[in-house]
């Protein structure tokens, strides 16, 4: 089924196909109006460098043939073929805009749509009606952007211009003879003709045969690739640290050899000081226990790092040389941070929640344990038939494991820098993307936020409200400012903010200024107002 999106919505063209020869179709109409809708083959800085990357009705095809204009069909007003694997490295963006050719505005079309095409499957579609515009006359549909790997974003944005503020806009030049030409036969002739033999074989998209995925065009619709494969490898480098937090021991008077004296059987131990007699049994075998292996200890009461067990043999390494000092010094900077709390950042990409503690279970991205300690269960946390339409239709959708049992678990997902925010009966608004996990016990619902045209950015967001502690990941370390009457935003850059805040989108800079090469770039921001004591919580890095 097509994932229908919304403007602002953004998602991996992995996660919705594998393919990578795609169908992009166009639909949109009005009555008494013609449109030109193109594909603008934009640069890294977003500008059409090379002219034969602006796909239209007079240049139907680029020079490798990656990007094509098919015509109308199979019920779309314009239709392109996109082969992802052949486009040149120098192209980092695909545009696809529509305008209208003669009098008119884009508030007068009715209902209409871009979607995306795979093996004669239809994977994704981005609606939108003549209500979401007043008098422009030219609007950008979506985007195909290369950012680490190709993404698809629903822009939805208009321009009071035509094709003309469009090429502007993108630093193109118009040449006086492209405004001659206005006859509205000339759009659909071209496609028959410039292509012989490749519109017919992808113009049907029910048939595909499955022995040809990647030749064919949109590649069919194979299963989706199994993501999620928990990283089991963390724990022979995290285990032996964990249990050295009773070394304060090591310092007593009286024990110069770390290796030699046991846990809870120091002579001349002070009454005061606690001597847990736990760790004792489970090391009581005569054969030496092997390095790092604490599986047969039960969680909390390990054998210190670098001890040896009661009845091994005086000498025998284990785990940490009598004479490793240099080693044990090297390592107790990486050990594991126990702080008696739920919540333990253990640096600034891991975190480590206790089970044991708090009673309620933990929701987690899919996939963002790296270890656990002690017995804890993952099972899939569903958010029903309700839950995914929500989140198919907003881009708010989460991909969640219920963590219970009693340990320990550390989470962490692709060295983000991760964030505890507490909550006390207060409420927070964060995306989806950059939520880790957060306490069960917490209340989330999709918000909208009100306002049109935010290119790449999103109309809805995540609200957390209740007692307890969502965990939020940034790229690189992130700035919180408070909200007053002049504080603005890149909505690409937003990871969060108060629930009280009034958030308005704002456009400081107007098309018109940006129709030469030079622009800021910067062109649509969101403006935060509300109370003393609101924030915004904003990354280095934009999405």
């Given amino acids: 089924m097509a994932r229908e999106f919304q403007r602002g919505h953004k998602a991996k063209l992995s996660d919705l196909t594998p393919g990578t020869d795609l169908y992009v179709g166009v639909q949109i109409a009005a009555p008494g109006l013609t449109f030109d809708i193109s594909c603008f083959g934009l640069d890294a800085n977003e500008?059409?460098?090379?002219?034969?990357?602006?796909?239209?009705?007079?240049?139907?095809?680029?020079?490798?043939?990656?990007?094509?204009?098919?015509?109308?069909?199979?019920?779309?007003?314009?239709?392109?073929?996109?082969?992802?694997?052949?486009?040149?490295?120098?192209?980092?963006?695909?545009?696809?805009?529509?305008?209208?050719?003669?009098?008119?505005q884009m508030s007068q079309i009715g209902p209409g749509y871009i979607r995306i095409v795979a093996g004669g499957e239809e994977?994704?579609?981005?609606?939108?009606?003549?209500?979401?515009?007043?008098?422009?006359?030219?609007?950008?549909?979506?985007?195909?952007?290369?950012?680490?790997?190709?993404?698809?974003?629903?822009v939805g944005q208009g321009f009071d211009g035509g094709l003309e503020a469009l090429l502007k806009n993108f630093g193109g030049e118009v040449a006086e003879e492209e405004e001659a030409p206005a006859a509205p036969q000339a759009a659909?002739?071209?496609?028959?003709?410039?292509?012989?033999?490749?519109?017919?074989?992808?113009?049907?998209?029910?048939?595909?045969?499955?022995?040809?995925?990647?030749?064919?065009?949109?590649?069919?619709?194979?299963?989706?690739?199994?993501?999620q494969q928990p990283m089991h490898a963390a724990p022979t480098i995290a285990a032996p640290l964990a249990p050295q937090a009773p070394s304060p021991l090591y310092g007593q008077p009286g024990h110069q050899p770390p290796p030699q004296p046991q846990f809870g059987q120091i002579p001349g131990q002070h009454p005061g000081q606690p001597a847990p007699p736990a760790p004792t049994p489970p090391y009581g075998q005569p054969a030496p226990a092997p390095y790092g292996q604490t599986a047969p200890a039960p969680y909390g009461q390990p054998t210190p790092f670098g001890q040896q067990p009661p009845g091994a043999p005086q000498g025998v390494p284990q785990g940490l040389p009598a004479a490793g000092a240099g080693?044990?010094?090297?390592?107790?900077?990486?050990?594991?941070?126990?702080?008696?709390?739920?919540?333990?950042?253990?640096?600034?990409?891991?975190?480590?929640?206790?089970?044991?503690?708090?009673?309620?279970?933990?929701?987690?991205?899919?996939?963002?344990m790296v270890m656990y300690q002690g017995k804890v269960d993952f099972g899939y946390k569903g958010a029903g038939f309700v839950g995914r339409v929500v989140g198919n239709a907003t881009g708010q959708e989460m991909q969640l494991m219920r963590c219970t049992g009693r340990g320990q678990v550390f989470l962490a997902e692709e060295g983000s820098y991760l964030h505890p925010m507490e909550l006390q009966g207060?409420?927070?608004?964060?995306?989806?993307?950059?939520?880790?996990?957060?306490?069960?016990?917490?209340?989330?619902?999709?918000?909208?936020?009100?306002?049109?045209?935010?290119?790449?950015?999103?109309?809805?967001?995540?609200?957390?409200?209740?007692?307890?502690?969502?965990?939020?990941?940034?790229?690189?370390?992130?700035?919180?400012?408070?909200?007053?009457?002049?504080?603005?935003?890149d909505c690409n850059a937003v990871?969060?903010?108060?629930?009280?805040?009034?958030?308005i989108v704002s456009s400081q800079v107007r098309l018109r200024r940006n129709a030469y090469p030079g622009h800021s770039g910067e062109t649509v921001n969101l403006q935060f107002r509300g109370a003393p004591g609101n924030f915004i919580v904003v990354q280095p890095y934009e999405v």
Wanted: hydrophobic share 40%; proline share 10%.
């Fill in 426 to 489: 207060d409420a927070i608004c964060v995306s989806a993307e950059s939520v880790l996990a957060f306490d069960e016990s917490l209340q989330y619902e999709v918000r909208r936020v009100e306002g049109h045209g935010i290119p790449g950015g999103a109309l809805f967001t995540m609200q957390f409200q209740g007692t307890g502690t969502v965990v939020i990941k940034t790229h690189g370390t992130p700035v919180v400012l408070p909200v007053t009457p002049t504080t603005f935003a």
């Fill in 495 to 503: 990871v969060a903010w108060s629930a009280a805040s009034q958030v």
């Fill in 188 to 227: 659909p002739g071209f496609a028959p003709p410039t292509q012989a033999t490749a519109p017919p074989a992808f113009a049907a998209p029910p048939a595909s045969p499955a022995p040809q995925p990647a030749p064919s065009f949109g590649a069919p619709p194979a299963p989706a690739p199994a993501p």
């Fill in 123 to 154: 994977v994704v579609r981005y609606a939108f009606t003549g209500s979401e515009f007043t008098t422009e006359r030219a609007v950008m549909l979506g985007d195909f952007y290369l950012k680490d790997v190709w993404r698809f974003a629903a």
């Fill in 327 to 368: 080693l044990q010094a090297a390592l107790h900077l990486y050990k594991e941070t126990a702080t008696g709390q739920r919540w333990t950042p253990q640096n600034q990409q891991l975190m480590r929640v206790d089970l044991t503690m708090g009673g309620a279970g933990v929701l987690a991205r899919q996939g963002s």
């Fill in 47 to 104: 500008q059409l460098s090379d002219d034969r990357y602006f796909i239209f009705f007079n240049q139907p095809k680029s020079p490798e043939e990656s990007i094509q204009l098919l015509g109308a069909q199979s019920g779309d007003t314009e239709s392109f073929r996109v082969t992802l694997d052949r486009i040149p490295a120098a192209i980092q963006k695909l545009s696809f805009t529509a305008t209208i050719d003669g009098p008119g």
